[in-house]
C-alpha cells in the first residue's frame, strides 16, 4: 500500500509541467523502476529531483541540471542520454556498453555476498544480506575498467589473485569512453544498485560518488570542502565537533548555551553566572562569601561584610545624668575576648541623627575598648543628658548597636524604659552587661557608682 501511494504521488509529479528544471534530471523507461531510496538521498544531500521519461530525453536540454541519473533498468533510450556531456551516475548495469562504460570483455553480475576493497584495502560488505526471500541479490563490476582508463574506488574481492572487476568506477572528464565518445564531464559507475539493502558504508560510496560528478560538498563526508566551514564526518552534531550542516563547531563561542555548558563553563554562551551567596565563592556583587549564610560571623547572610562579632556585643553599661560633682558620663562595657576598635562609630541622644538635628552626634574614632575592659565617655560627649529622661544610641554606622530609654522619654514605649537617676546617682546593667532587649528590667539605679568598674 505504501508503494501505491508513493508513485501515485510520482504520477503527479510526473504530468505538473515544471517552471524551471531542477538539479537531477533522473531518466526512467519505467515509472515503477523508480527508485524512491535514490530520490531521498539525493533529497538529503539537497538536490530536487526531476523526471525524464526515455521518450522525451531527446527533446530535453540537459545543461539545465547539474547531473543525469540512470537507475537500473533496460532504457531504450540510452544510446540518446547524453553522458559523456554531463555530470552522471550511472547505476544500470544492462547498457553500459551503449554508454561507453564496458568493452570486450563488458560488464559482470556478481553476487551480492562479494566483499568490497576500497583503495585503502578497506573490506566491507555491499549489502547488509546476500540473499531475500529466494532471491540472491546481485552488483554490477566493469570487469575491463584498468583498459579503459577508468579509476576503480571499490572491487569486488574473492582473494588477492582474482580481479574480479570493480563496482564503483570513477571517470574523470576528458577520458575517452568505449564506445567512441569523449567524457567532457565527470562519469560515476555505481554498480551497487540493490539500494533497500544498502550499508552504511554503501551509502557513503554513492555520496562520494554523486560529490565526484557534481563536485559540490557534501557535509558528513569527514572532508571539508566548498562552503564548509568544518566535516568531522559521523561525529558531526555531537558536542566538540562540527554541527550537522557544516557551518561552525558546537563548542563554546557558538553563540548557543549548549547542554554540556553552563555560566560557569561558558559564560560567552549562557550568560554570567548570578551570585550564589554560601557556596565560598566570590561572585558578582558579593563583598565576602563563608561557605554559609549565617549572620554575625563576619559575612552576613546576603554576603556582605559584617563588623566584627564583639561590635554587636558592646553594651551602654552605666550611665549617669545628672552628677553631684563633674560631668555626666557613660561608660561602655565590651564583654567579649577581643579588642573592638571605634572608629566610625558615634553615641548620640534625643538631639542626635536618629530623633534629632544631628547636633548631638559624638563621633569615637581613635577610640578602642579592650577585652573585657571598659571605656567611659565624659568629656568627649557633644550632648547633655536630660535628667527627667532621654535616649542613649550606640553606632557602628549606620548599625545601631545598643540603645538605652530612661525616665520619662517617650520612644514610643515608655513602659519599658529604665529608671532615672537621682542626682548624683548612676543607672546600670545588673548583672553586669545583661541585655535582655527590656530597659526597665535590665537597669538599676547605683547610690554609688561604678565608673570604669564592673557593676
Known amino acids: 500500500m505504501k508503494k501505491v501511494k508513493f508513485f501515485l504521488g510520482l504520477f503527479l509529479i510526473l504530468i505538473i509541467p515544471f517552471v524551471s528544471a531542477s538539479d537531477v534530471a533522473y531518466v ?70 551503449d554508454f561507453g562504460l564496458s568493452g570486450r570483455r563488458g560488464i559482470s553480475t556478481m553476487s551480492g555476498g562479494v566483499r568490497l576493497k576500497d583503495n585503502a584495502d578497506n573490506f566491507f560488505n ?42 564503483v568506477v570513477h571517470i574523470n572528464s576528458g577520458t575517452f569512453l568505449t564506445n567512441g565518445e569523449t567524457a567532457n564531464e565527470n562519469i560515476c559507475f555505481f554498480g551497487l544498485h540493490e539500494t533497500r539493502f544498502w550499508t552504511d558504508e554503501t551509502e557513503k560510496l554513492f555520496n562520494e560518488c554523486v560529490e565526484f560528478v557534481t563536485e559540490i560538498s557534501i557535509c558528513g563526508d569527514g572532508v571539508v570542502e566548498g562552503g564548509e566551514v568544518c566535516d568531522d564526518g559521523g561525529n558531526n552534531g555531537d558536542y566538540g565537533f562540527c554541527d550537522e550542516d557544516c557551518s561552525g563547531m558546537i563548542d563554546c563561542g557558538d553563540g548557543v548555551c549548549d547542554a554540556e555548558e553552563d555560566c560557569s563553563t561558558c559564560a560567552n554562551d549562557c550568560g554570567v553566572c548570578g551570585s550564589v551567596c554560601g557556596n565560598n565563592i566570590l561572585e558578582n556583587g558579593e563583598e565576602c562569601d563563608d561557605g554559609n549564610i549565617e549572620d554575625y560571623d563576619g559575612c ?150 561604678t565608673k570604669g568598674f564592673a557593676n
Do not use: H
Open 28 to 97: 526512467y523507461d519505467s515509472v515503477w523502476k523508480i527508485n524512491d531510496k535514490i530520490v531521498d538521498l539525493f533529497l538529503d544531500l539537497g538536490l530536487d529531483t526531476e523526471f525524464i521519461k526515455c521518450s522525451d530525453v531527446s527533446s530535453t536540454d540537459f545543461s539545465d541540471y547539474d547531473l543525469i541519473f540512470v537507475g537500473n533498468e533496460w532504457m531504450m533510450c540510452a544510446s540518446e542520454i547524453p553522458i559523456n556531456e554531463n555530470p552522471s551516475v550511472v547505476m544500470n548495469g544492462r547498457n553500459t556498453k
Open 126 to 167: 555491499a549489502y547488509t544480506q546476500s540473499k531475500y526471500s529466494r532471491r540472491y541479490l546481485t552488483l554490477y563490476s566493469l570487469s575491463d575498467y584498468q583498459s579503459n582508463g577508468f579509476v576503480k574506488i571499490a572491487e569486488s574481492y574473492m582473494n588477492s589473485n582474482l580481479d574480479l572487476g570493480a563496482s
Open 300 to 449: 552576613s547572610s546576603i554576603c556582605k561584610i559584617e563588623e566584627e562579632e564583639a561590635d554587636i556585643s558592646v553594651k551602654i553599661n552605666e550611665f549617669v545624668a545628672d552628677p553631684d560633682v563633674g560631668n555626666e558620663w557613660i561608660e561602655l562595657y565590651n564583654p567579649t575576648d577581643g579588642l573592638v576598635d571605634l572608629n566610625g562609630w558615634t553615641i548620640e541622644d534625643n538631639t542626635g541623627s536618629t530623633y534629632g538635628s544631628g547636633g548631638g552626634d559624638t563621633e569615637l574614632d581613635g577610640l578602642v575598648i579592650s577585652a573585657l575592659g571598659y571605656l567611659v565617655l565624659e568629656t568627649e560627649l557633644d550632648f547633655a543628658l536630660t535628667n527627667g529622661g532621654d535616649i542613649i544610641i550606640l553606632k557602628n554606622g549606620a548599625s545601631e548597636i545598643d540603645r538605652v530609654t530612661y525616665g520619662n522619654y517617650d520612644d514610643g514605649n515608655k513602659e519599658d524604659n529604665a529608671l532615672k537617676g537621682e542626682k548624683g546617682k548612676s543607672v546600670g546593667r545588673l548583672p553586669n552587661g545583661v541585655d535582655t532587649n527590656a530597659d526597665d528590667v535590665d537597669f538599676v539605679v547605683f547610690d554609688v557608682p
